[in-house]
C-alpha cells in the first residue's frame, strides 16, 4: 500500500515538473484579440493610401447547410390509422354464428392453453365469431378486428349479455 502511495505522488510531481517546464502558463486566463496588421511605413510626401474596410464573412443560407434526410430504417412506408385516414374501420363480423363473451375481461390467447401468450383481452359482450367447433373445451375464434385466437369455452355465449 505504501509503494502504491509512493508510486502515484512521484507521477503527480513528475506530471506537473512536465507541465511547468514545458506548458503555456494559465491556459483559463483571457486571451488578448491578435491586433490587425500595421500598414507598411510609406515613404514622405506619399498620400497615405486609404485603409480598407472589415472584411465580413459571407452569409450563407441554412437550405444550402442542411444536409439531405436519409431513411434510417428501410421498408414499407407507413399509413396512418383508419381514424385519421379517412378510411371506414374494420368490416363487421362476416355472417355466421356469433357467440358473446360473458367475462367482465377474458384473455384471447393464442393457442388452446393457459401458457400460451395473450393476444388480447375482451370485455363483457364482445361479439366473436367461431372458427371451429364450439363444443370444446377452448373455442378457436375471431374478433371484431380481425384478429384470431382462443377463448375458454366457459366465457362465450350464443345469447348477448
Excluded: C, K
Amino acid at each position: 500500500m505504501i509503494r502504491l502511495g509512493a508510486l502515484m505522488l512521484a507521477t503527480l510531481a513528475g506530471l506537473f515538473l512536465v507541465l511547468s517546464v514545458w506548458g503555456e502558463g494559465n491556459l483559463r486566463a483571457e486571451r488578448r484579440p491578435v491586433p490587425p496588421p500595421q500598414p507598411a511605413a510609406q515613404d514622405e510626401g506619399a498620400a497615405p493610401s486609404p485603409v480598407p474596410p472589415p472584411v465580413t464573412p459571407a452569409v450563407v443560407q441554412a437550405a444550402t447547410q442542411t444536409p439531405p434526410q436519409v431513411q434510417r430504417f428501410p421498408g414499407p412506408a407507413l399509413r396512418p390509422s383508419p381514424e385519421h385516414a379517412g378510411e371506414a374501420p374494420a368490416a363487421p363480423l362476416p355472417e355466421g354464428p356469433v357467440l358473446y363473451v360473458t367475462g367482465e375481461r377474458v384473455n384471447m390467447r393464442a393457442g388452446p392453453s393457459t401458457g400460451d401468450r395473450v393476444v388480447t383481452s375482451l370485455g363483457r359482450g364482445a361479439a366473436v365469431q367461431p372458427l371451429g367447433p364450439t363444443d370444446a373445451e377452448w373455442v378457436n375464434i375471431r374478433d371484431a378486428a380481425g384478429r384470431t385466437g382462443y377463448v375458454a369455452n366457459r366465457f362465450l355465449s350464443a345469447d348477448a349479455p
